[in-house]
Structures are given as structure tokens and as C-alpha cells.
């Protein structure tokens, strides 16, 4: 962490992202606008989700933002999980409606009701729909990206002729989600099931991606879902087998969401602003004249000439010819995260070579201006690595796995705060009662994030009661 982030990250985090030119307050508490560079990292990913779901068989679909409460009624627990943040419309045309209409927090009722139509015969299924919407959530304490009133994400629904084939799919979905993180936008995570009390409402086992920030919380980067058969029950969604016999059918939901652009920036951000992977950059190389290059217009030529070479080889590329000197451009190009800068002047171009700067490099590095295209394709997909080994190792680091009891993880907070490092997460036992899960979290703030499938350790007692433990769960502070 730099120092700016150590002093105060959520200031840092914020700075970033309005120096970056992200996304804009709105005067609607916890909902933000997304700028054109902010909506374009989405776009990105949402380009590689899309195209990863449509090679497992999933297809789009959109389903009313407007839910009737008695859709929740009919599945309690989901009711109970979602229902303090839930914004309700209550009047319409002048009129007091007859029933009130939640702005969906999820789409599991909607669509549940829905595919109790749709769903007659084992021939309709599997069913494999997606959607990619916007969502309402009424959090009381808002960080954009990571968690506003309103934000944007994608909810798969699948409907499966039983239980083993709903639990494929849900891990299959799982395993997208963590390729797609790590691969795209080269943040490590640990993969895991979800504890009881941290599982999705309504879900009988909720499976999640968590990815550890710089100051050492964590985020929920994407989670999958097995829903059993208490949604088709719920909403009496039943198909015809073979036997000529009905049965409800068993579901599954998956989700992830626009608090994958605030991890980017928090993972991989630096002091002088935002660092993006090469393949979300919606500039990947910015192309920039130094020196007297006004009265000298082969400079511009040659750039113009790199520019289209570049693009047509399909990278993002700018050419800032502005009239701001060469160190303004520099670090405003710095501070919008762009991967790879490319300086050209009249000496280098009589040297027929160029400057290039990587953004997470310090050092400047002199290439040959005839195989600049070369290189630059290079250095992306080298610096795409670099950034997900170095995350990677920063997340290592922090993962500790020799805290036993909650007397170590209290002197282990108190080192720490008093070396002014991050505490990070933990590897502990567990025993699998919720009153010792919930003591940890009232002592130290550290709530489960998941239990690993393939754990560094294994914990043989509870942190809380020393009893035997029943799982291996890292814990940490979260958004």
C-alpha cells in the first residue's frame, strides 16, 4: 500500500475514481451515474461473461423491475433476507395501488412465478436464462461501486430436471466467475462455500469468489447459488417426467455486478491513481508527441501512422495531441490507468525509436519504431500477467494461517494496528455453531468469507470454543 491508501483508503478510493472521471454523484442517495470510461470497463466484462454463458448454453432474457409483494411472501426466507432494503412503490398515476411494488433486490420471484408457465415438460428443460440488469438494494452506508441504493449486474435462473444437475451448473457458474476475475481482470480470489448465516436467502447452499483488497478487506466478487426445490415449491413450478409423474424442479441463481470495477481499483491503484489489466482498459495505449513537436509535423505523422497500425491489430488506442504540456498529459493518462504510454519526439524520431512506460513500471523503455506494434502487443499481455502475480503475492502475504484462538486474533489485531500494517484475513477453524461465528464477528469485525475448496491449512479446533472444528474458513473484514 502506498501511503495515501494506508492513511485513509476510502478517500484514496474516492479520489481515484473522480480523478479517473469514473462516475458523478447524482442528487438520489447511493445511486451514481457511470461516465463513459466507467461503463466501458463494464462493458468489458460484461462482453467476456456474455460470451463465456452463451458457450455453456445460457441465453439473455429481461424480466419487469416492478415485483408485487406477495411474491415475496410465498418464499419466507427471502422475504426475511431482503426486506429491510427494499424500496416499495406505493402509488402510481395519482392513485394508491391495491398491492405494493418492490423494486427488485433479485429476480428469483419474478421469475419463479414465471416459469411455472413456462416450465410443462421434462423436454422444456434444462431452462438456462440470463439477465443483465439493474437492481435496488437501500444500503444504509454507500461506497460507489462497491455498494450503492442502486447498481448494475447480471442474475443467471436455470431450472434442471434434479439435483445433480442443478448442482453442476451451479459450480460450473462458480468456476466462470473466478476465470473471468482472475483472467480479465487479474484479481486472485479463494473459492468457497458460504456459512449458513452468510448464504443467499431462500438458497440451500450459496458458493462464492472473495478477493482481498489493499487494505486488506474483502469483497464478494461473485456467487452462485443452489436453490433446491424451495423456490418451484414456492411458486408451484413443476414439469411432467417420463414416467408421466410431476415434479418440481430444482433452481439455481448466480450473480456478479459493477462492484467488480471498484476491486479493480482497489486492488490494483497506486498512489498516483488508477492501474487497470490491459484486456478492461478502455484505452489500452495512449500515443503522446514531446519535445517542439508542433514545428515538426513528421512527429504527428508517424504517430498517426503507429495509431493506425495499432487499431487495426484491435487495441484501444488515444492520441492526446492537445495543447497541455507533455507532463500534464502524463499524468492525467497516470491517473485514468492507462496500461501503456508512448511517447514520440524529434530525437526519437530520428533515432527511429520510441519511449514506452508501462503504468505499473517506473522506468521508461527505448523500442524500435518499426516494431512498435510487436512490443506494445507484448508489453499488454505481460503487464495483464504482472498485475494478477502481483495481487496474487499481495493477497499471499496477507492470508495468515497461524491464528488458533481469538486470544491470537486479538494480539494479532493489536501487532497490526501497532506495525500499521493490515490485518488481512485468517485461516481458522470452525465448529459450525452460529453463536461462535457471530462472537468472532462482535470481537474483531471478522466475518466468514467462505470455506475454501482447497484451504493452504487445515484447522483441526474452533477459534471461538476450541472444540473440534467441522470446516477450515478464512475470515476477514468485508464492504
Not at 294 to 314: R, V, W, Y
Request: net charge negative; hydrophobic share 35%.
Amino acid at each position: 500500500m502506498t501511503n495515501q491508501q494506508q492513511n485513509d483508503f476510502t478517500k484514496w478510493y474516492i479520489d481515484t475514481i473522480q480523478n479517473a472521471d469514473l462516475m458523478d454523484y447524482t442528487p438520489v442517495r447511493g445511486c451514481i451515474a457511470f461516465k463513459p470510461d466507467g461503463y466501458e470497463i463494464w462493458e468489458h466484462i460484461q462482453a467476456e461473461m456474455n460470451k463465456r454463458f452463451k458457450e455453456t448454453g445460457h441465453r439473455n432474457a429481461y424480466f419487469p423491475m416492478l415485483i408485487p409483494e406477495s411474491f415475496f411472501q410465498k418464499e419466507k426466507d427471502h422475504i426475511e433476507g431482503f426486506s429491510p432494503e427494499l424500496p416499495w412503490v406505493t402509488e402510481a398515476a395519482g392513485e394508491k395501488l391495491e398491492e405494493r411494488l418492490a423494486l427488485r433486490p433479485t429476480s428469483e420471484t419474478m421469475i419463479g412465478h414465471l416459469y411455472s408457465d413456462w416450465i410443462k415438460s421434462y423436454r422444456d428443460l434444462p431452462v438456462l436464462i440470463n439477465q443483465w440488469a439493474n437492481v435496488f438494494r437501500w444500503e444504509k452506508k454507500t461506497l460507489p461501486f462497491i455498494r450503492t441504493s442502486e447498481f448494475l449486474w447480471q442474475e443467471g435462473h436455470t431450472a434442471h430436471v434434479d439435483e445433480e444437475e442443478a448442482r453442476q451448473e451451479t459450480m460450473q457458474m462458480l468456476n466462470i466467475y473466478k476465470e473471468v476475475v482472475e483472467g480479465l481482470l487479474a484479481i486472485p480470489v479463494y473459492d468457497g462455500q458460504k456459512t449458513p448465516s452468510e448464504r443467499f436467502a431462500g438458497a440451500v447452499d450459496t458458493f462464492s469468489i472473495e478477493a482481498m483488497m489493499k487494505d486488506g478487506k474483502a469483497v464478494q466478487a461473485g456467487t452462485s447459488h443452489y436453490l433446491g426445490t424451495k423456490f418451484a415449491e414456492a411458486f408451484d413450478i413443476k414439469y411432467l417426467n417420463k414416467e408421466n409423474k410431476h415434479q418440481h424442479v430444482h433452481t439455481t441463481s448466480w450473480g456478479t455486478s459493477t462492484r467488480l470495477i471498484g476491486s479493480v481499483i482497489m486492488v490494483h491503484g497506486d498512489e498516483q491513481g488508477l492501474v487497470l489489466p490491459p484486456r478492461i482498459a478502455p484505452t489500452q495505449v495512449v500515443l503522446i508527441p514531446v519535445g517542439p513537436w508542433k514545428k515538426n509535423p513528421a512527429i504527428i505523422e508517424k504517430l498517426d501512422e503507429i495509431f493506425a497500425a495499432l487499431k487495426a491489430k484491435g487495441i484501444r488506442v488515444r492520441l492526446d495531441d492537445s495543447d497541455q504540456s507533455p507532463g500534464y498529459k502524463f499524468n492525467e493518462w497516470e491517473l485514468k490507468g492507462v496500461p501503456v504510454r508512448v511517447e514520440l519526439g524529434p530525437r526519437d524520431l530520428e533515432n527511429s525509436q520510441v519511449l514506452m512506460k508501462a503504468r505499473d513500471l517506473d522506468e521508461k523503455e527505448s523500442i524500435d519504431i518499426n516494431g512498435i506494434v510487436e512490443r506494445v502487443e507484448e508489453e499488454l499481455n505481460t503487464m495483464q500477467t504482472r498485475l494478477l502475480e502481483k495481487a496474487r503475492a499481495f493477497r499471499d502475504a496477507n492470508s495468515h494461517t497461524h491464528v488458533d484462538s481469538m486470544d491470537q486474533l486479538k494480539q494479532h489485531l493489536d501487532d497490526s494496528a501497532e506495525k500499521g500494517e493490515i490485518p488481512g484475513w485468517i485461516l481458522a477453524g470452525w465448529c459450525g455453531d452460529d453463536a461462535c461465528e457471530e462472537h468472532v464477528k462482535e470481537e474483531t469485525k471478522f466475518t466468514t468469507r467462505n470455506i475454501p475448496f482447497n484451504p493452504p491449512a487445515e484447522k483441526s479446533t474452533c477459534i471461538n470454543c476450541g472444540k473440534e472444528s467441522k470446516h477450515t474458513v478464512w475470515f476477514g473484514r468485508s464492504y
